[in-house]
């Protein structure tokens, strides 16, 4: 990265001013148009910056109407090329995996073409997969023979502004408590009736992960807009560990509880219980210790 340095110039007495490099003024269209003018007032357009101060005391500067870089955010995926690769793709379920995948990197469209009619059993698992884990993505049918599933709502830079990333870390350890609280309810009243459900807190949990995942990722690819917030890149690491941290928490937890629901009248029979509400009560405590706080 190159250093420009420049001179700090006083003007009258409390103004100062330095001068920009003419080719990032070029590169970030900030000429001023002599013949451009605003629709409504008929004033001249003056092109302008936003300047940021940073924790460390070091200022960001960054074009106030800054243009967005085209990125290649639709991508096509051929079916039949994944079928051929593996006959047992639909029913195995593989197309989970690679739809996460493209959600957690941005991607605001996604095409999927076949030269065979798409089977109803492959529709219904996109269905399913975006209703559970994939936030603000829509399945739309063209045809027998295509399917996009796109953004429901538009995503942009700017919306990041309004971003939930502290909510939805929010909601996700409040379902880890109930997650706890369902085991220690199940092993003190031999009721395990509940348990089942813990599977879907979990889901929850992952839907919020992988939307973190993609929020942070547009904030880090657009730099920008990541000072108005105060989210520099300690702490979008910081976020990012911590989600992956609830989430793994979460699935340790729905394993736990699937034990604990297939063995139940084993547990009975050796009578540990005693032991699983001595383990699970101080967890549960300091969940709601750091719930609280």
Known sequence: MEIHKR???????YSYAITLPVHWIKKNHLIRDRNSRNSNTQQKYDPTVNIFE???GSLSIYPAKLKERKRAKEFTLELDEFVKQNPNFIKDKA??????SYYMNGATKLEILSQKRIQREFIDQIEDILNRLLLNWNLIRES??????ENALAESPENIIEERIPQYLKESFGHLIWMIDDILSAVKTNDYDNLPKIKER???IDRYYFFI???????FENAQISKPLHFNHKKLVDLRLLAKFIEDIGDKLKDVAEIIYDLH???????INDYLVNYFTPLQDIYDDVQDQ
């Not at 027998?144 to 599933?149: D, E, G, T």
């Not at 995942?213 to 904030?219: A, K, S």
């Open 213 to 219: 995942v993609r929020q942070i990722r547009t904030i």
């Open 7 to 13: 001179r700090i110039q006083s003007f009258a007495k």
């Open 144 to 149: 027998n023979y295509k399917l996009y599933i």
């Open 202 to 204: 979990d889901m929850k």
């Open 54 to 56: 940073n924790p460390d």
């Open 95 to 100: 197309i989970q995996m690679i739809l996460i």
């Open 265 to 271: 009248e084993f547990i009975k029979d050796i009578a």
